[in-house]
T-cell receptor
Framework: GAVVSQHPSWVICKSGTSVKIECRSLDFQATTMFWYRQFPKQSLMLMATSNEGSKATYEQGVEKDKFLINHASLTLSTLTVTSAHPEDSSFYIC?????????????FGPGTRLTVL | AQSVTQLDSHVSVSEGTPVLLRCNYSSSYSPSLFWYVQHPNKGLQLLLKYTSAATLVKGINGFEAEFKKSETSFHLTKPSAHMSDAAEYFCVVSLFTGGGNKLTFGTGTQLKVEL
């Protein structure tokens, strides 16, 4: 099946620094990738939709200048949390849609746990 | 607008007994519905999906779900629970838009399996 990886799996950073999270589709090309955020014991909330070669579409309430998304190739999307603060600590999960397959199925990465001190 | 409601935040069953995780949905269009499972510190795994074909959908690990339009429900069941089934389960509805599909997640149901 389709595999999506994320790197790093966890990261701890100081307040005010920026953190980059990578999402890769390993065995398929993904024209669209999605970034989610999950707080402890809560559901996943869609942050943004990332289309290869174009600007990401952010959900209401998500600061685009704080959460920078780049989807430069069909297999890689990155999320950069700029000037991170403790309230940004969360579990970030990406997913990818295989443009050749079922348009309704997304394949999820294992997630990245961000802790901001 | 679309949404899903998972009626139970926690479900506890004994090993070997049936599992029922309830989900109701709301969608303006014919929905695609999914159940995902999330084990601690692991990624989401697709259990099964409904995409307007057979209303009874069989998934992995013995799980199945039935789409009932009249009740707007998509409950997840398994005849006999196993210890390894203990995890968080999410009911998800999908709306296909011009830019791709957007998933809306339910709040999750924590399944506990006891000996």
């Amino acid at each position: 099946g389709a595999v999506v990886s994320q790197h790093p799996s966890w990261v701890i950073c100081k307040s005010g620094t920026s953190v980059k999270i990578e999402c890769r589709s390993l065995d398929f090309q993904a024209t669209t990738m999605f970034w989610y955020r999950q707080f402890p014991k809560q559901s996943l909330m869609l942050m943004a939709t990332s289309n290869e070669g174009s600007k990401a579409t952010y959900e209401q309430g998500v600061e685009k200048d704080k959460f920078l998304i780049n989807h430069a190739s069909l297999t890689l999307s990155t999320l950069t949390v700029t000037s991170a603060h403790p309230e940004d600590s969360s579990f970030y999960i990406c997913s990818a849609r295989d443009f050749r397959g079922d348009s309704n199925e997304q394949f999820f990465g294992p997630g990245t746990r961000l802790t901001v001190l | 607008a679309q949404s899903v409601t998972q009626l139970d935040s926690h479900v506890s069953v004994s090993e070997g007994t049936p599992v029922l995780l309830r989900c109701n949905y709301s969608s303006s269009y014919s929905p695609s519905l999914f159940w995902y499972v999330q084990h601690p510190n692991k990624g989401l795994q697709l259990l099964l999906k409904y995409t307007s074909a057979a209303t009874l959908v069989k998934g992995i690990n013995g799980f199945e779900a039935e789409f009932k339009k009249s009740e707007t429900s998509f409950h997840l069941t398994k005849p006999s629970a196993h210890m390894s089934d203990a995890a968080e389960y999410f009911c998800v509805v999908s709306l296909f838009t011009g830019g791709g599909n957007k998933l809306t997640f339910g709040t999750g149901t924590q399944l506990k399996v006891e000996l």
